[in-house]
């Protein structure tokens, strides 16, 4: 990633430091889960990509936690998390049943507001009925149509 760090770099020298870091990320190529996960992170430096790209650009989406809450007197879950983008047209949180869903079933409206370790949303927990794991998903989505998304692992009972 240095490498690749260097030569842009040397293409401009103008770049700061989090210029670099985002041309890094946001060009890197998926290839696990999508979107950010723990085992692949943000995915494979592309460097051909990384040359092409905006230094002004950048989308992120992140799952840190979850809580129970109660809402208007019934059980719901509080998601809480992390979406940037330089220009975020909107983002949602859905949910899906089991470890690899099939399909996806949007549970907030969306929104065009970022968030910074705060709540995404809320999800009422009869939501969450039929299977004991579930996957719920942030989406995001860029002005320009780019999306990113991050999924977290509920387990139940």
Same mark, same amino acid.
Do not use: C
């Given at each position: ?67 129970? !809450?109660?809402?208007? $007197?019934? =059980? ?6 992390? /979406? %940037?983008?330089? +220009?975020?047209?909107? @983002? ?33 927990? !009869?939501?969450?009925? $039929?299977? =004991? ?6 989406? /995001? %989505?860029?002005? +320009?149509?780019?999306? @990113? ?9």
């Amino acid at each position: 990633m240095t490498g690749i760090a260097s030569l842009l770099l040397s293409k401009n020298p103008t770049l700061t430091a989090d210029q670099v870091k985002r041309m890094l990320l946001q060009s890197a190529r998926d290839i696990d889960e999508p979107g950010r996960d723990q085992f692949s992170g943000h995915g494979l430096v592309d460097a051909r990509a990384a040359l092409k790209a905006d230094p002004e650009f950048y989308i992120s989406a992140e799952i840190l936690g979850l809580e129970i !809450a109660s809402e208007g $007197g019934k =059980p719901a879950l509080k998601v809480f998390g992390t /979406v %940037q983008s330089n +220009n975020l047209d909107e @983002r949602w949180l859905e949910i899906g049943a089991g470890d690899k869903p099939t399909s996806w079933r949007k549970v907030t409206p969306a929104t065009s507001d970022t968030v910074d370790r705060d709540l995404l949303g809320t999800i009422p927990a !009869a939501e969450f009925q $039929g299977d =004991p794991v579930w996957m719920i998903k942030v989406r /995001v %989505q860029h002005k +320009n149509g780019t999306q @990113r998304e991050h999924r977290y692992r509920l387990q139940l009972g």
